[in-house]
């Protein structure tokens, strides 16, 4: 079990570091709304979170 948790955390993490790579601090304020409205349980939250991920990806370039 911990080495699963490990897995996640570590998959988490460079899903995390991509997405800021790529897609500068505006890339990572909307993944951490996504996932905090997911643990809050707010569908507002994470939807705003999801919808900027989702204007980011289809930007061209």
């Known amino acids: 079990m911990p080495l699963i948790a490990l897995a996640v955390a570590a ?10 790579w790529k897609y500068g601090p505006l890339g990572i304020i909307a993944f951490v709304l996504l996932t905090v409205g997911i643990k809050a349980k707010n569908t507002k939250i994470s939807g705003v979170g999801a919808a900027l991920l989702v204007l980011l990806l289809a930007q061209p370039g």
């Open 11 to 20: 998959l988490a993490i460079g899903f995390e570091q991509l997405i800021q």
